[in-house]
């Protein structure tokens, strides 16, 4: 989120930066960290209400969306997402990675990594499952069906 901003604000200096996301700690994130940047953070779960009452006249063709380049990225939401993403598997042996998601286990995949010097990589995610687990999604789909949802989109993005 911070670095995207910093892109935003260097390329289009007049422009709002907006942050839509799962996690509500990201608000937090930007106004105490990060106030200079003024991001305006909305969970998915806000923009659900703020399009319920506006009603778009019109949906957007998606050859218009905003997306990245590379559709791999959209795996940073998946627990072990980033160390996918960053092709540390081509750098780094696996002992060298770890993968941790989930509140109970972030204290002590912290303390490992402090003491283990041979892990290069901490991939961690606060939410079970990852970010696709957050607070801020309204989502009736299990955390299994969500993962595969974004997969699939990886796979049709790639065609």
Known sequence: MVATAKVVHHKWPDAKVVFI???IVKRLEASEDHPDL???VLTYKELNEVLNIVHPDEAIPVEQLFDL????????PISGGL?????????LSRDEIQVISGWKKCAEALDNFEKNTS???LDILFCDG??????GIESMLTLEERRNKIL???EQRKI
Request: with cysteine.
């Open 119 to 121: 892990v290069r990589l």
């Open 83 to 91: 160390a996918t993403t960053s092709c540390s598997s081509h750098l």
């Open 38 to 40: 003024d991001i305006l």
């Open 152 to 154: 699939g989109y990886i």
């Open 69 to 76: 380049e590379n559709s791999s990225t959209r795996l940073y």
């Open 130 to 135: 990852g970010c696709i687990n957050g607070p």
């Open 21 to 23: 996301g799962p996690c």
